[in-house]
């Protein structure tokens, strides 16, 4: 796997929602160009079939990978949960998801979270119905650590809350401690965002949880966990934009489908200037 | 259009929840053989744009009518709002689409409720984005009668909530009363659910409605008016199967996707025995 550096980080998800990583990523690793495909014809994933969610995802990988990248982000937690061994056994390039690092900064925070109580913390996740009938979390929880139980529940309405842009008030309140409510009376102390939308929802996910559960319930981002984790990749594969940049990063944004919501979509999940977005076909 | 009695009618909708107009058409028309296509491998059309429902309804048409129809129902707004005069335009057989079903009962309801109170009555429309933004519903009425204002609301949190299965307690009552009430402010008062999901909140939508207004809100149902209508047509056009049918009639269900919530989804719309489904590539 010889990749060229000065090449462009590939990001796919099934809509915007991916954003939110883009976001993270511009954070992590600010001199780096992105190419950012979201597949906004076909989405959501998170309803589909496994067959029909690998079918979409080796779509969108390659696109990216046609037009040159460095490595692959797969940014959608459905397609990360149900793809990510078939695209790594495709591709000849480095393919990062974010159910990985969002369960190392899950493990991380139920480490630290057990120091302060006796009963055993478990982590509750919240996702699509695809990325929880995987079960992807518990899968790569176990693998990082075997003492800890994972619970994840679908939470699908959350993505339209956001879509809708119902980011606080009595809706979403009710609609998260529907969510939540089952969990933390099972245990659960740490809280996963499964779901690229849901970071939009964070501050009414956390209040709502320390709410019922009597005390502040940390909240883990996967968009966060994977640019983190892909900065340490960068670093130690020594893949970061060489000669050092001399012109501002290139964010590129494909999409598959242009609705007239795209902008103000677009807008909530990536808080700087939006790019024209160029629509092509799968 | 020389069409044989004898085949079925097609339908087609972006998902399952047109399977409350094959409800209705059962019920309407019961010794009548139906081919439903779900297109749940794209679900939902209503956030997308007009150019992409439009190809997708094509290619939904295209599959039904090379099976052998006799008619053709578009159970799908949004795709009816953008679609049915390109597909009237390419198909040689008749195509009915829910808009002017809806357009045409709403207009009566407004009408009869006019003769009750002195200020205008409006008709108002819940529907996706993309019904709304095509206009397709003000206009259908507009052609019925140029006297009555109908005002068009996207309502897009109904679907996720009915694919869910939340169908009363607080979260339905308080989306519904957060779309309903601009409505109702403005002096709408007749309520079209122009999606195929949102009969599943009918219940709901009359009670909040009534709360609201103060007294009862028609409700009109583009399902039923639909299948209403399509009696008609076959009554008139002769296109009703003969000789008299002698064998309980035969549902076909095609769908493009088949997630594992598809028997409980497809439950929630079709109040009978659901066949097995059959799925196809588009």
Same mark, same amino acid.
């Given at each position: 796997?010889?990749?060229?550096?000065?090449?462009?980080?590939?990001?796919?998800?099934?809509?915007l929602?991916?954003l939110?990583?883009?976001?993270?990523?511009?954070?992590?690793?600010?001199?780096?160009?992105?190419?950012?495909?979201?597949?906004?014809?076909?989405?959501?994933?998170?309803?589909?079939?496994?067959?029909?969610?690998?079918?979409?995802?080796?779509?969108?990988?390659?696109?990216?990978?046609?037009?040159?990248?460095?490595?692959?982000?797969?940014?959608?937690?459905?397609?990360?949960?149900?793809?990510?061994?078939?695209?790594?056994?495709?591709?000849?390039?480095?393919?990062?998801?974010?159910?990985?690092?969002?369960?190392?900064?899950?493990?991380?925070?139920?480490?630290?979270?057990?120091?302060?109580?006796?009963?055993?913390?478990?982590?509750?996740?919240?996702?699509?119905?695809?990325?929880?009938?995987?079960?992807?979390?518990?899968?790569?929880?176990?693998?990082?650590?075997?003492?800890?139980?994972?619970?994840?529940?679908?939470?699908?309405?959350?993505?339209?809350?956001?879509?809708?842009?119902?980011?606080?008030?009595?809706?979403?309140?009710?609609?998260?401690?529907?969510?939540?409510?089952?969990?933390?009376?099972?245990?659960?102390? =740490?809280?996963?965002?499964?779901? !690229?939308?849901?970071? %939009? &929802? $964070?501050? +009414?996910? @956390?209040?709502?949880? #320390? /709410?019922?559960?009597?005390?502040?319930?940390?909240? =883990?981002?996967?968009?966060?966990? !994977?640019?983190?984790? %892909? &900065? $340490?990749? +960068?670093? @130690?594969?020594?893949? #970061? /934009?060489?000669?050092?940049?001399?012109?501002?990063?290139?964010?590129?944004?494909?999409? !598959?489908?242009?609705?007239?919501?795209f902008e103000v979509v677009a807008a909530r999940f990536l808080?700087?200037?939006l790019?024209?977005?160029?629509?092509?076909?799968?």
């Open positions: 796997m010889a990749v060229d550096p000065s090449l462009p980080l590939g990001v796919f998800d099934s809509g929602g991916g939110t990583v883009v976001h993270a990523l511009s954070q992590a690793l600010p001199g780096e160009d992105i190419i950012y495909l979201g597949d906004t014809a076909r989405v959501p994933y998170g309803t589909r079939s496994p067959e029909t969610v690998v079918r979409y995802a080796q779509g969108c990988a390659a696109v990216l990978v046609r037009r040159g990248i460095k490595a692959l982000v797969v940014a959608c937690n459905t397609a990360s949960a149900v793809s990510i061994d078939v695209l790594r056994a495709e591709l000849d390039l480095p393919v990062l998801g974010v159910v990985e690092p969002g369960a190392q900064a899950a493990v991380q925070a139920a480490e630290e979270a057990q120091r302060h109580q006796r009963e055993p913390v478990k982590i509750g996740v919240l996702g699509t119905a695809g990325t929880v009938r995987s079960g992807a979390y518990p899968r790569a929880v176990a693998k990082i650590s075997t003492r800890l139980e994972v619970l994840a529940a679908p939470a699908p309405l959350l993505v339209p809350l956001v879509e809708e842009g119902w980011l606080d008030g009595d809706v979403p309140e009710l609609a998260v401690a529907r969510y939540v409510e089952p969990l933390i009376a099972q245990g659960v102390r =740490v809280l996963v965002l499964g779901c !690229t939308h849901y970071p %939009l &929802l $964070r501050p +009414v996910i @956390e209040r709502v949880a #320390a /709410r019922i559960a009597g005390a502040p319930v940390p909240v =883990v981002d996967s968009a966060q966990a !994977t640019a983190d984790a %892909l &900065l $340490r990749y +960068v670093d @130690e594969e020594r893949l #970061a /934009r060489h000669p050092a940049p001399t012109r501002p990063r290139k964010l590129e944004l494909l999409v !598959t489908d242009l609705p007239a919501s808080s700087e200037r790019p024209a977005a160029t629509q092509i076909d799968l």
